[in-house]
């Protein structure tokens, strides 16, 4: 059972539509990470969300963190075929008190194609 | 030049064999990993290592084994390949002191096992 769950899976798209990924799960996380991986590359961070409620933007990328922090969004304006890759959500291990692992768990990845 | 490089970026094996995947960084990080990664399943984590002395097991880690060379240099081997090991794989290091953990990958080694 993955302790990050992505939706969707898989999204095709037009150049110029909008999009959203979903990042969930049933535990807190202190933050969550956002990676883009294109194809022949290694993941990629994009950002990092710490504050319950924050919403983060890098050029048409928002991100944002849910109030409870356990889950997070991306959401692409007028997405263009550069944005094409994989994109993960990730969040650090940790225990009850916090004491981080040191460790990051990844959600499972959605494959965005935008086609021109 | 990249910060984390593996070698081999790519590699066609026969079941049975004994190979070697190997990664550097100049990062000057302590903290070294190595993923895997299978198409929807993300990546999940085989070994990792916190400094040269330190070596810990991840959650799929049977079949693997790692070696710290130095805090540069963390290799990854598969004692006797098998088919299913078929996969995409990257070492990551990230700083001690990022309580986030951000990770930064090489670029991978895709491995083939026949």
């Known amino acids: 059972t993955q302790l990050l769950e992505q939706s969707p899976q898989f999204l095709s798209i037009q150049e110029g539509e909008n999009l959203t990924v979903y990042c969930n799960s049933s535990?807190?996380?202190?933050?969550l990470q956002w990676y883009r991986q294109e194809p022949g590359e290694g993941p990629v961070l994009l950002v990092t969300?710490?504050?319950?409620?924050e919403v983060k933007k890098l050029k048409r990328l928002t991100f944002q963190f849910g109030d409870a922090r356990k889950d997070s969004s991306l959401h692409i304006t007028a997405a263009q075929t550069g944005d094409t890759g994989l994109y993960l959500c990730?969040?650090?291990?940790?225990?009850?008190?916090?004491?981080?692992?040191?460790?990051?768990?990844f959600g499972q990845g959605t494959i965005l194609t935008v086609h021109p | 030049d990249a910060d984390v490089t593996q070698t081999p970026r790519n590699r066609i094996t026969k079941t049975g064999k004994r190979i070697m995947l190997e990664c550097s960084q100049t990062?000057?990080?302590?903290?070294m990993y190595w993923y895997r990664q299978d198409p929807g399943l993300g990546l999940r984590l085989i070994y990792y290592?916190?400094?040269?002395?330190?070596?810990n097991k991840g959650e799929i880690s049977d079949g693997y084994s790692v070696s710290r060379q130095a805090q540069a240099k963390f290799s990854l081997s598969l004692e006797s390949a098998i088919p299913n090991q078929t996969a995409l794989y990257f070492c990551?290091?990230?700083?001690?002191?990022?309580?986030?953990?951000?990770?930064?990958f090489g670029p991978g080694t895709r491995l083939t096992v026949l």
């Open positions: 990551a290091t990230s700083d001690f002191r990022d309580s986030r953990n951000t990770q930064y």
């Open positions: 535990s807190v996380f202190s933050s």
């Open positions: 969300v710490v504050t319950g409620g």
């Open positions: 990730a969040g650090p291990l940790a225990n009850a008190g916090g004491t981080s692992y040191g460790k990051l768990t």
């Open positions: 990062k000057g990080h302590d903290r």
């Open positions: 290592s916190f400094d040269v002395k330190d070596i």
